[in-house]
């Protein structure tokens, strides 16, 4: 049972892994319509 336990675990840790990969290629793209957006508010204040 333990080593189904820890295949599980490695499973996870590695869809973590793949995540995170994403998310660091996400997150970018993310920020910059962010502060594209923000611009645009910005503009709108002024």
């Not at 973590?16 to 793209?29: C, E, S, Y």
């Amino acid at each position: 049972m333990m080593s189904l336990k820890v295949n599980i675990f490695i499973d996870l840790l590695i869809c973590f892994m793949n995540n995170l990969k994403n998310i660091q290629t996400i997150l970018p793209a993310l920020l910059v319509l962010n502060s594209n957006e923000r611009a645009n508010q910005q503009k709108y204040l002024w």
